[in-house]
């Protein structure tokens, strides 16, 4: 209740919730307004017309990655987009959501930084269409030698998975990584998430840390 709302009422002696409870709508109507008096009127009584949304605000998964130096090659910022994106995927998969967006934010050298959203053609929870969905995003962004000190990825607007869909395709090529990605999860959850991981994060015999 505003200041000036609450002066009118004072002047009709007016002062508490009983006081005002007392009072017929349209009575207060013809001294506030139709709105403010009718308002007023049910919220003196207990009562609350606004209509509330039972939708929660969708929620969000982040990972990132920092560079040991700042680093030019586009290969290893391609392997740690994958690693992420297999972070993310295995996240998601384990709470039972699926991602309906992704943003990849690059933090440079000189403490620039750069913030790019997709939205994803079917929400997934996939390592393999959430590492598509990356470099499609890191592509775009035309990147000539960038030194690049930070990604990171976001998973946005998560909901069940049961609400998944597919899109049906004849490339059987799509249903092996998800077969093998099954199994990989079983095996982490038995053993630990080192276990098992996309060959490519093993050059160099050390994997990029999400």
Known sequence: M????????????????????????????????????????????????????????????????????????????????????????????????????LTCTIHYADRSSTRRSRVLSEATQHTVLLARAAYTVYDSLGLQRARVRTLALRAETLRPDDLATRQLTLDACDDKPLALEAVADRARARFGRQVLYPAVLAVNSRRPTA
């Open 2 to 101: 505003g200041a000036r709302t609450a002066a009118t009422l004072g002047e009709y002696g007016l002062h508490t919730v009983g006081d005002v409870s007392d009072v017929p709508q349209l009575t207060l109507q013809r001294l506030l307004g139709a709105r403010a008096g009718r308002a007023l009127h049910e919220h003196a009584q207990g009562r609350d017309t606004q209509v509330v949304d039972p939708t929660p605000t969708p929620a969000s998964i982040s990972s990132e990655h920092r560079f040991d130096r700042d680093e030019l090659d586009p290969a290893a910022h391609r392997r740690v987009l994958l690693a992420l994106a297999d972070d993310l995927g295995a996240r998601l998969r384990a709470s039972g959501q699926i991602a309906s967006g």
